[in-house]
């Protein structure tokens, strides 16, 4: 089991060696997108024994733009790189956590 796992490793920084430039997106994984932290609040207020999650929301409110904002920009990122690409010049990747809220908007 042991020599697996670090064959696994090995094979990942082997891969990973060959990326030169990254831009990495973590964050939030409970940060909605928009349209579905509208959804969930419309559902929640109708609930008062959901007063919590309804306040929890509430207060993640000012932070949606970020969802936004990531999706936009890993866009753009990896638009620019492409272009870069064409070129010959050295181009960069989008990485993320994986999980979901920021980190999904840029996959």
Known sequence: ?????QCEFEDAARRLAQVQHVCLFIGSGK???Y???VAALAEVVKDPTRAG???LLAR???LL???EVSRDLARKLTAWS???EVDGSDTYHVATGGGPGIMEAAN
């Open 1 to 5: 089991r042991m020599f697996r796992i």
């Open 31 to 33: 940060l909605r997108s």
């Open 35 to 37: 349209a579905s932290h």
């Open 53 to 55: 999650e309804a306040a």
């Open 60 to 62: 993640q409110q000012p």
């Open 65 to 67: 733009k970020l969802n």
């Open 82 to 84: 492409m272009e870069r």
